[in-house]
């Protein structure tokens, strides 16, 4: 079965900009979509189709998809952004879920 | 407002049943996908199933294959996962969300209702 793997864990100085990667074997021939879960709450989408932002998602938001790697970015990183951070990508009508990646703004 | 709410968790023992509910209402509940996700405490989010529109494709993550039975009523606006033979391991909260295509994510995700396998 199709598996995305994510790093377990990045770092962030506030204003610098991250990077959270999300791998997949071709991946670039699947949409990603990425989720922020702030602790206690539910998921958010900020990414759908690879680059889209949802209404109301902060422009510092943004995503791209190449190769087998799509890469959620977050510019101008700020301490409300510290939250655990999901891609997801379909396979054969099949959700698959990385396994997060906890941001810490530090 | 946009909303789905989630009903029926609660505490089960290994081997029993459980059907969870997800009330939709603040949008056409019969243009989207629906899903069920679950996230174990502490772990990450894991999708369980999803039904299209009209109900003639449906999905399960191999896990949940023949144990648990998703549905939908697009006259009553709800979604039901229907949970037999349930596993110390199917212990989760569990999101119904919404996704207008496939492509476009899950938008639109309720407040969860958890569900608890114990003897």
């Known amino acids: 079965s199709y598996e995305v793997t994510q790093p377990p864990s990045v770092s962030v100085s506030p204003g610098q900009t991250a990077s959270i990667t999300c791998s997949g074997d071709?991946?670039?021939?699947?949409?990603v979509c990425w989720y922020q879960q702030r602790p206690g709450q539910t998921p958010l989408l900020v990414i759908y189709r690879d680059t889209q932002r949802p209404s109301g998602i902060s422009e510092r938001f943004s995503g791209s998809n190449s190769g087998n790697t799509a890469t959620l970015t977050i510019s101008g990183t700020q301490p409300m952004d510290e939250a655990e951070y999901y891609c997801q990508a379909w396979d054969s009508s099949h959700v698959i879920f990385g396994g997060g990646t906890k941001l810490t703004v530090l | 407002e946009v909303q789905l709410v989630e009903s029926g968790g609660g505490l089960v023992q290994p081997g029993g049943s459980l059907r969870l509910s997800c009330a939709a209402s603040g949008f056409t509940f019969s243009d989207y996908w629906m899903n069920w996700v679950r996230q174990a405490p502490g772990k990450g989010l894991e999708w369980v199933a999803n039904i299209k529109q009209d109900g003639g494709e449906i999905y399960y993550v191999d896990s949940v294959k023949g144990r648990f039975t998703i549905s939908r009523d697009n006259t009553k606006n709800s979604l039901s996962l229907q949970m037999d033979s349930l596993r110390a391991e199917d212990a989760a909260v569990y999101y119904c969300?919404?996704?207008?295509?496939?492509?476009?994510?899950?938008?639109?995700w309720g407040q969860g209702t958890t569900v608890t396998v114990s003897s």
């Open positions: 969300a919404s996704s207008m295509t496939w492509s476009h994510g899950m938008a639109v």
């Open positions: 071709k991946l670039r021939d699947k949409y």
